[in-house]
């Protein structure tokens, strides 16, 4: 059955662009974050009284422990693309006669085992790194990488956003402004394309989805796509509300993505295992599904506690509440972005 939203849906970009211009996507956000939109700086601290947020003020603090002892993971996915993971996001290193491409840089402290794992792929020097969003588990590692060399590009929201201090509502989490060395030297508000070690390689914004600063990027020889965090691969996703996220921008997102994908594209999602096509299909069906049941509480009047105690996750979660974020988590951030 085809719903109102896949219909709406189904127009991909060309919707995407009648609902900004109509004011669709920022009139359904708080009046904060449609001011954090206009002008993207940091959302003013505030209490969420929302019953399902997750407060975790020390993520940060845990998230850099772990990656002091994690061992890297590479998996071949050509003869020149390699998937890393173990600190932070998932990270894509492209090698050859250029040098080093990497995208993402995962967290600080593991920094020192990212470099090791990329040191056995070749011997060239890092050269562009590219930061899918701003979240600091797939940038704090940009500023050592900064200083060995890497020249870094993103959204121009991703320079915005690490330029000064964050809050993120879902965890009550306070996140400082970066330094210098961190920040993208170029950033691009819709689209980049590069062609490096003899690949096209295309960095393409998708507008108002994890945050407001998501890009995906496809190897066009390789036949490889990064989603950023567009994609947890078989999880809620996080969608971060207080950076200008929304569930109808990321369906969009991942829309994007399918477009270019083929049934042999390798696909790395911001989190999880290594995907394809069918698994970023699934995924999206989940939130299209989500997305309409809550949409239909909350026009029919619902609270937001209403609509987590009508759970209408039950029947997906023992599919999908395999990551970080809850259901009713997840429920709160779809009502909330609706
Ligand atoms: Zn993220």
């Known amino acids: 059955m085809t719903t109102r939203r896949d219909f709406l849906l189904q127009s991909g970009m060309a919707t995407a662009a009648a609902l900004l211009a109509r004011g669709d996507l920022t009139a359904q956000q708080t009046p904060a974050q449609s001011a954090t939109q206009q002008n993207p700086a940091p959302a003013p601290a505030q209490p969420n009284a929302n019953p399902a947020v997750q407060p975790n003020p020390g993520l940060l603090e845990k998230l850099r422990a772990a990656a002091s002892d994690e061992t890297i993971k590479t998996t071949k996915l050509t ?4 998937l890393l993971q173990g600190v932070g996001g998932n990270i894509v290193c492209q090698i050859g006669p250029d040098g080093k491409l990497l995208i993402d840089s995962g967290i600080d402290t593991g920094t020192h085992h ?3 794992a990329l040191a056995k792929l070749d011997a060239h020097h890092l050269r562009v790194l590219i930061n899918t969003h701003w979240h600091f588990d797939h940038t704090s590692g940009n500023a050592e990488l900064h200083l060995e060399g890497a020249f870094i590009t993103a959204q121009d ?3 915005v956003r690490l330029s000064s201090a964050q809050y993120m509502a879902v965890y009550d989490l306070h996140i400082p402004a970066t330094s210098d060395a961190a920040l993208p030297q170029e950033t691009f508000p819709e689209t980049q394309t590069l062609w490096v070690n003899n690949d096209q390689i295309d960095l393409v914004h998708a507008p108002f989805a994890h945050t407001d600063s998501d890009i995906f990027i496809h190897f066009n020889k390789g ?3 990064h989603t950023g965090d567009l994609w947890f691969n078989g999880m809620y996703p ?3 509300l207080s950076s200008g996220g929304s569930i109808n921008g990321m369906i969009r997102g991942v829309d994007q993505v399918l477009a270019l994908a083929d049934d042999r594209t390798k696909i790395v999602p911001g989190h999880g295992a290594l995907g394809d096509k069918a698994a970023l299909e699934a995924y999206r069906q989940m939130m299209v ?7 239909k509480l909350k026009a029919t009047g619902n609270t937001v506690e209403q609509a987590i105690a009508a759970k209408p996750t039950a ?15 997840f429920v709160a951030l779809v009502y909330d972005s609706l």
């Not at 599904?289 to 949409?295: F, L, P, S, Y």
Request: net charge negative; proline share 3%; glycine share 2%.
């Open 315 to 329: 029947d997906l979660d023992a599919a999908w509440a395999k990551g970080s974020i809850e259901p009713n988590t």
């Open 289 to 295: 599904t989500v997305a309409d049941r809550v949409e």
């Open 114 to 116: 990212l470099l090791d």
């Open 238 to 240: 996080l969608i971060d």
């Open 79 to 82: 003869d020149t693309i390699f």
């Open 157 to 159: 929201n991703t320079r």
């Open 223 to 225: 036949n490889v796509i």
